[in-house]
């Protein structure tokens, strides 16, 4: 336990195990307000810049898909001149990824005590929470945090508040929150100089994910060591996980990193039917074979190999009666039309992918639709303006090898699976 944390008797004694994010829900699904928050924990630790280096030694990595060290991240931002801005990332634009709303609606001033810690470490007086615009209860859960911590002067010279950001898939990537935030469009970019460069308003900007500044609080308060007694040495800690599908109990559910797929399963009350496949890290993720996933530690080492990451944390069952093909042409479609439209791989590359495997989900027999997809996604991958392309192209290859049989099944005018989506996409979902 960290010595701030030891000076303050009435806060809980450093959790063993799991829950560690999840251990202060309460029941109903209400919002944990301030008082409760504060019978739990205490007041944040004032750790200023040496937060930074406990942070080094607790090896935490950002939880919101790149997976970069927290510290190098924030040492960046305060090693430059000026000012810096803090920006909570919580915009969660993967349609298949719940977590990071579900703490702003749960557990709002946990996420705030890690905004403000880190603003703290930086040098910052302003911390923007950004929220997708359509989470209507979490964005009046966040501001009534707010208030409450503001009525209280609880977070000293640092500056909380609130932004609405655009419901898209590429408003969540840390550049284009920037530009969003600064007055111009949710597109992300390639183009130095980088947020912890310039970024909002011209000043050093860091940008945590939302559940990576929630570790950040309990590491302020329990320590590195701590932090390090979950995962392995190279990936240490818990994380979030959002599973779907052909689970029992669909939800979102706390992990030790390394722990197996079949585990995570376990969590969820098992598979609610025989399975077919998993999509592991989401929609810029890769799918796996079932019998393959479940042995499988959940590490982005472990995972690399297999051409994927835990990326956005989020994890979907395919049934074993549901097509792999159907599916991946459905999220190929909603990946081009989320397009930011700023580069021709992009805007042509994936809409021609998107085609090409509606063509396949339809069953048109054509024997150069194979080859043709493999060739066009190899001409749009690192080749965009943004990563955009490249996690679209990731997904889409990983489908024609995990579901090699079905793509040669649906070539000869068969399909081996029934009609119903399962890979949720949002209502808005448009179509060309």
Known sequence: MSAAAADRPHIVASPRGLPRLRAGLRR??????????LDRYGPHPQLGSGLITVLEQSGLQGRGGGGFPAARKMAA???RRGRPVVVVNAVEGEPASGKDRALLRHLPHLILDGAVLAAEAVGSREAIVAIGGAAEIEIEALKSAIAARTRRRLDGHVRVRAVSAPNTFVAGEETALVRFLDGGPAKPTFTPPRPFERGVGGAPTLVQNAETLGHVALIARFGAAWFRELGSAAEPGSTLVTLTGAVSHPGIYEIELGATLEQLLAQAGGCAEPLRAFLVGGYFGGWLDASTALRLPLLDAAL????????????????????????TARVARYLANE??????????????IAGALARLARRE??????????????????????????????????????????????????????????L?????ERRR
């Open 77 to 79: 931002v305060a090693s």
């Open 304 to 327: 690399a190999p297999h051409g994927t990451a835990l990326g956005a944390r989020a994890i979907i069952a395919l049934p074993a009666d549901a097509c792999g093909i159907v599916e």
């Open 424 to 428: 949720p996409l949002p209502r808005r």
């Open 28 to 37: 109903g699904g209400r919002a944990v307000d301030l008082d409760s928050h």
């Open 365 to 422: 027999r054509d024997g150069r639709r194979r080859a043709e997809l493999g060739r066009w996604v190899e001409q749009v991958r690192g080749r965009g303006a943004c990563r955009h392309p490249d996690g679209a192209a990731r997904f889409v290859t990983s489908a024609l090898e995990v579901f090699a049989d079905e793509v040669d099944l649906h070539l000869r005018g068969h399909c081996s699976g029934s009609n119903r989506a399962v």
């Open 339 to 352: 397009s930011a439209g700023q580069c021709g791989p992009c805007v042509y590359g994936l809409d021609a």
